[in-house]
């Protein structure tokens, strides 16, 4: 009888890139057939792009990693032999390891994670264990976005908010190609352009959203912050900006000491009696308006009371103050459009025409919607009122070593209009808003790292002032990465860029055992591959690696898995449990949290085994305490049942997921574990929605019922408003221990000139670093990647479907500019910066400005890489610009400093600097440089023919 084929569809959510839209999985006969978007889900209501309905590909890779394997003996690293062990031999070998090295020195131990949605579980782990020695990829990712605009209006863009497009008039794109949050933001600007809507994109390259703006404003990289602060010049001098939003919302109006032979030069001044009456808060309301009514200083958000935004005053006691409005007028006066237009090579009268569009467009066509809140001041408000202009920017503005500075300015520009989380501007996302800076705190010194015990405060916080840095006495840094030392002190989400190199060199020490998941760190996720690929393989003396052990977790065959010691097999997203949980990045929308799950719909492939179950596994063989009972024994039996059962404090209620909490799931956000709490999400499109009273959905820096709720539901600590730091005492505190004033902690004296430089409570323009350190004569382009449209960073380049859309990448050139080098259209080139060289093939386009080059991210590999064939298109045409970026510039006397902002250490992929040259009639039409061609690994599976497609001339079809 003819078999009758089963046929299932299965709801879960994607992972084609981190935008996590519902899917529907069809299954027949339990194998995947197509993937297709959940109509029913809130983020993409059933849309689907072509990177999710791409996911089959990936789950049927040949790059998939099948087994534990163990590198065999006297075989070197990067090699790529391998010999396949069981995951018990793969668990004893861990957990003795890391068991010796917990009741030692647990900072030997370092564990860094890539692009994964983990984080809580993974920093849960790291802390447990006790050492600092953790971060996941933000520091090489954006952080200058989420720290910019964190410690200015206490949120930021993409999980935790973004553009109204539903009620904005103009939205301004900035630096962002091909977003994170890809489809919502395809479906939001389509309707927004349906609607009448004006979209402007500022970008040096016009792809992905720039191509379908409605104008495209080409600029400078890494000169974003000239362009930002001209504007806010001309908003400044035209009066464009919303001044009761700013008054009552901002500390526009608070009074900063400005009598620089004060010990309290820089700081707010504050109000005794109100000092003594705010003991306990957060942020105390104790900072002081002139008040124009009175004529007299007054403790802000006095009733009545109207403060002074310009001026100069001097109070009885004979300091002299300015507001922090003032200030920023001062810093802003000499930002004119015309010094920003020779900066940025955008027309002086464009600026003033982008500034008049935004003011004139927040002030004119004002929204009022008819929702009554109250204030955090107790004052009832009829309805929400709110300026439809709103923005988006991401890695163009973050990945420069003035980023920070940049982002300061577009939050203080959005500030300024009076669009923060107000109808057609910017509206956060929960957990957000949040305190600023946020509550959570990094340890402060050595002590916090104790054998056996875990690590004494959160792997990554918040540092508030400088009391709160990870230093040792003498100023040096107690991470690996150095983050949240004086050369870094905001480096609120690590440092990965510079793992290996410090482990290499062993600054500030050694360590013994460098666990890497889902991070390319021996390709694309690293600056400087070539050297880092030999520092993975460098020896000392007595034969020992640098790095003694590297394990490796991943899915797939990866340049990064050659160089491990031990490699532990991955699922796919399909094969796993997930939780994109409250603790983490949710997917929440404006009207309230969101939290979502994957659910398997289809087994592990061999003895693949998601890295959640290895962490849940480690942390109970080695009696992590969060992980174990009182009594010892084992807490979890695996990761669902650590996802249910897991509270933040015993008893707290608050988990992994705020979804049908409670003993039957009767509860939200807060309950008890609920055992059937999976299943509950599973019938409902693997999410919960928490939609927010009305009156709680906008104005929640300072709306008091959402404040509250907040509050009682653990999202945020305290309830007070936060006010927007127009002008940052937090940065202020820094820049004073710099100067040798104050009570806390002093920089090391090589390191004082720059804190003092780099934290100013206003933002301000300079160069990149590295431009700084490069003759620009000699190398007189800056040379950027975009992310492709079809693939997540460098997520599926390797996929079948998508391989048809990029299967090698180009350098694209203005046709001015290669003209000028005598380069013709698709001629084999040679890029070089001052710290090395590829060559890679030229392409014409008029869509980038013609001081820029640049190219898709992360297409090319090194050959045989991920099972491709070693000719494939990929290793012969494709290239990296990766090697040509330091992870390093020259620090003087002592030693290398990071590529990376200064403030954040985010690094700095976007201000290398280049020159282009054709290639010599004689070489090879191959891309350089080249690698040893990889080999597949035991438990692979055979190429099918069809994936030798894309491969150059001589491979096989
Ligand atoms: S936008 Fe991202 S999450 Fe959504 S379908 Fe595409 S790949 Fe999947």
């Not at 020195?105 to 020695?133: I, S, V």
């Not at 109204?164 to 900035?174: G, H, N, Q, T, Y």
């Not at 012969?876 to 250490?905: M, W, Y």
């Given at each position: 009888m003819a078999h009758t084929p089963s046929q299932e569809v299965k709801n879960t959510t994607c992972y084609m890139c981190a935008c996590r839209?519902?899917?529907?999985?069809?299954?027949?006969?339990?194998?995947?057939?197509?993937?297709?978007?959940?109509?029913?889900?809130?983020?993409?209501?059933?849309?689907?792009?072509?990177?999710?309905?791409?996911?089959?590909?990936?789950?049927?890779?040949?790059?998939?990693?099948?087994?534990?394997?163990?590198?065999?003996?006297?075989?070197?690293?990067?090699?790529?032999?391998?010999?396949?062990?069981?995951?018990?031999?793969?668990?004893?070998?861990?957990?003795?390891?890391l068991g010796k090295i917990?009741?030692?020195?647990?900072?030997?131990?370092?564990?860094?994670?890539?692009?994964?949605?983990?984080?809580?579980?993974?920093?849960?782990?790291?802390?447990?264990?006790?050492?600092?020695?953790?971060?996941?990829?933000?520091?090489?990712?954006?952080?200058?976005?989420?720290?910019?605009?964190?410690?200015?209006?206490?949120?930021?863009?993409?999980?935790?908010?973004?553009?109204?497009?539903?009620?904005?008039?103009?939205?301004?794109?900035?630096?962002?190609?091909?977003?994170?949050?890809?489809?919502?933001?395809?479906?939001?600007?389509?309707?927004?352009?349906?609607?009448?809507?004006?979209?402007?994109?500022?970008?040096?390259?016009?792809?992905?959203?720039?191509?379908?703006?409605?104008?495209?404003?080409?600029?400078?990289?890494?000169?974003?912050?000239?362009?930002?602060?001209?504007?806010?010049?001309?908003?400044?001098?035209?009066?464009?900006?919303?001044?009761?939003?700013?008054?009552?919302?901002?500390?526009?109006?608070?009074?900063?000491?400005?009598?620089?032979?004060?010990?309290?030069?820089?700081?707010?001044?504050?109000?005794?009696?109100?000092?003594?009456?705010?003991?306990g808060c957060y942020d105390p309301q104790d900072k002081l308006w002139w008040d124009r009514k009175s004529d007299r200083p007054v403790v802000t958000h006095t009733p009545e009371?109207?403060?002074?935004?310009?001026?100069?005053?001097?109070?009885?006691?004979?300091?002299?103050?300015?507001?922090?409005?003032?200030?920023?007028?001062?810093?802003?006066?000499?930002?004119?459009?015309?010094?920003?237009?020779?900066?940025?090579?955008?027309?002086?009268?464009?600026?003033?025409?982008?500034?008049?569009?935004?003011?004139?467009?927040?002030?004119?066509?004002?929204?009022?919607l008819p929702i009554a809140w109250t204030d955090s001041w107790g004052v009832e408000h009829d309805s929400v009122t709110g300026n439809p202009v709103s923005f988006h920017a991401m890695r163009g503005?973050?990945?420069?070593?003035?980023?920070?500075?940049?982002?300061?300015?577009?939050?203080?520009?959005?500030?300024?209009?009076?669009?923060?989380?107000?109808p057609g501007g910017f509206r956060h996302k929960a957990p957000f808003p949040r305190p600023i800076p946020p509550c959570a705190r990094p340890p402060k010194g050595p002590e916090a790292v104790q054998p056996g015990q875990p690590l004494d405060g959160m792997v990554l916080g918040w540092p508030a002032d400088p009391d709160d840095l990870f230093v040792d006495e003498q100023g040096g840094p107690v991470r690996i990465d150095k983050a949240f030392s004086w050369e870094y002190p905001l480096a609120v989400h690590g440092m990965m860029h510079n793992v290996i190199t410090n482990a290499w060199r062993g600054d500030p020490y050694k360590i013994d055992t460098l666990m890497i998941f889902m991070a390319n760190m021996a390709w694309n996720s690293t600056m400087n591959t070539v050297d880092v690929r030999k520092m993975l393989n460098d020896k000392e003396e007595n034969g020992e690696y640098k790095i003694p052990f590297l394990v490796v977790a991943d899915a797939f065959q990866s340049e990064m898995t050659a160089f491990a010691d031990l490699v532990l097999p991955d699922t796919t997203y399909l094969e796993r449990h997930d939780v994109m949980s409250m603790l983490d990045r949710p997917i929440s929308e404006y009207d309230g949290?969101?939290?979502?799950?994957?659910?398997?719909?289809?087994?592990?492939?061999?003895?693949?085994?998601?890295?959640?179950?290895?962490?849940?596994?480690?942390?109970?063989?080695?009696?992590?305490p969060a992980f174990t009972t009182p009594e010892g024994k084992r807490k979890f039996r695996d990761y669902p049942d650590f996802v249910v059962n897991y509270e933040t404090e015993p008893g707290s209620g608050i988990g992994f997921l705020a979804g049908w909490r409670g003993k039957g799931g009767e509860k939200s956000l807060r309950g008890e574990p609920?055992?059937?709490?999976?299943?509950?999400?599973?019938?409902?499109n693997c999410v919960f929605h928490y939609e927010l009273p009305k009156s709680y959905q906008y104005m929640r820096n300072w709306n008091k019922g959402y404040l509250e709720w907040s509050q009682r539901n653990r999202i945020t600590r305290y309830a007070e408003p936060i006010l927007i730091h127009l002008y940052s005492e937090v940065l202020m505190k820094f820049r004073a221990a710099a100067q040798g004033k104050g009570s806390s902690r002093r920089p090391p004296a090589h390191l004082a000139e720059r804190v003092e430089t780099y934290f100013d409570p206003l933002p301000f323009y300079y160069d990149p670093l590295e431009c700084q350190a490069t003759d620009k004569h000699t190398y007189p382009l800056a040379a950027v990647t975009q992310r492709p449209m079809a693939m997540y960073h460098s997520w599926d380049s390797q996929n079948a479907w998508l391989r048809q859309i990029h299967a090698h990448n180009l350098l694209f050139v203005s046709p001015r500019t290669a003209k000028a080098a005598g380069i013709e259209d698709e001629d084999w080139i040679w890029v070089e910066s001052q710290w090395g060289k590829v060559r890679c093939m030229a392409k014409y386009s008029e869509a980038v400005e013609p001081g820029t080059v640049w190219t898709w991210n992360a297409i090319g590999k090194a050959a045989g890489a991920w099972?491709?064939?070693?000719?494939?298109?990929?290793?012969?045409?494709?290239?990296?610009?990766?090697?040509?970026?330091?992870?390093?510039?020259?620090?003087?006397?002592?030693?290398?400093?990071?590529?990376?902002?200064?403030?954040?250490?985010?690094?700095?992929?976007?201000?290398?600097?280049?020159?282009?040259?054709?290639?010599?009639?004689?070489?090879?039409?191959?891309?350089?440089p080249q690698f040893d061609t990889m080999k597949p690994y035991p438990g692979q599976a055979k190429r099918p023919r069809i994936w030798n497609f894309f491969a150059a001339k001589g491979g096989k079809k």
């Open positions: 839209c519902g899917i529907r999985v069809h299954l027949r006969d339990g194998e995947v057939r197509y993937i297709d978007g959940n109509p029913d889900h809130p983020i993409n209501k059933g849309v689907i792009c072509a990177k999710g309905s791409s996911g089959i590909m990936k789950q049927y890779s040949p790059a998939r990693l099948t087994q534990p394997l163990r590198r065999k003996q006297g075989a070197e690293r990067g090699a790529g032999e391998f010999e396949p062990i069981s995951w018990d031999e793969a668990f004893d070998t861990l957990a003795e390891r917990r009741e030692t020195d647990p900072k030997q131990f370092a564990l860094f994670t890539g692009r994964d949605q983990m984080q809580a579980l993974t920093g849960l782990f790291a802390k447990q264990y006790g050492t600092p020695n953790y971060a996941a990829h933000g520091g090489f990712c954006s952080v200058n976005m989420a720290a910019g605009m964190i410690y200015t209006i206490g949120g930021s863009f993409w999980e935790f908010g973004g553009p109204d497009l539903d009620r904005s008039k103009l939205f301004v794109m900035i630096g962002t190609a091909e977003d994170h949050h890809s489809n919502p933001m395809k479906i939001a600007i389509s309707k927004f352009k349906r609607d009448g809507g004006r979209f402007i994109s500022i970008n040096p390259v016009r792809t992905g959203y720039s191509a379908i703006a409605d104008e495209w404003v080409p600029i400078r990289p890494g000169t974003d912050s000239a362009l930002l602060l001209a504007i806010i010049h001309e908003i400044m001098a035209k009066g464009l900006y919303d001044r009761d939003f700013l008054v009552r919302y901002s500390n526009a109006g608070q009074l900063v000491n400005v009598d620089e032979a004060n010990d309290d030069f820089g700081m707010f001044l504050r109000s005794e009696a109100a000092a003594d009456e705010a003991e009371a109207d403060p002074y935004l310009l001026g100069e005053f001097r109070l009885q006691d004979g300091t002299t103050a300015k507001p922090a409005f003032q200030l920023l007028q001062d810093r802003v006066e000499e930002y004119t459009p015309e010094w920003a237009a020779r900066i940025t090579g955008i027309p002086a009268d464009t600026i003033r025409r982008l500034a008049h569009e935004m003011g004139v467009t927040a002030r004119d066509q004002r929204i009022e503005l973050a990945a420069h070593s003035n980023g920070f500075h940049t982002i300061r300015a577009l939050a203080i520009l959005m500030s300024l209009l009076g669009t923060i989380d107000r949290p969101i939290d979502s799950v994957r659910i398997p719909v289809v087994p592990p492939k061999g003895e693949c085994k998601p890295f959640q179950e290895v962490l849940i596994e480690l942390g109970s063989r080695l009696k992590l609920n055992p059937n709490q999976w299943e509950m999400y599973a019938k409902n099972n491709l064939t070693p000719q494939a298109n990929e290793s012969r045409k494709g290239f990296l610009l990766n090697h040509l970026i330091s992870e390093e510039l020259p620090g003087g006397a002592q030693g290398p400093i990071s590529n990376s902002d200064p403030v954040t250490g985010q690094a700095a992929w976007y201000d290398v600097r280049v020159r282009i040259y054709k290639a010599g009639a004689d070489e090879p039409e191959v891309t350089s």
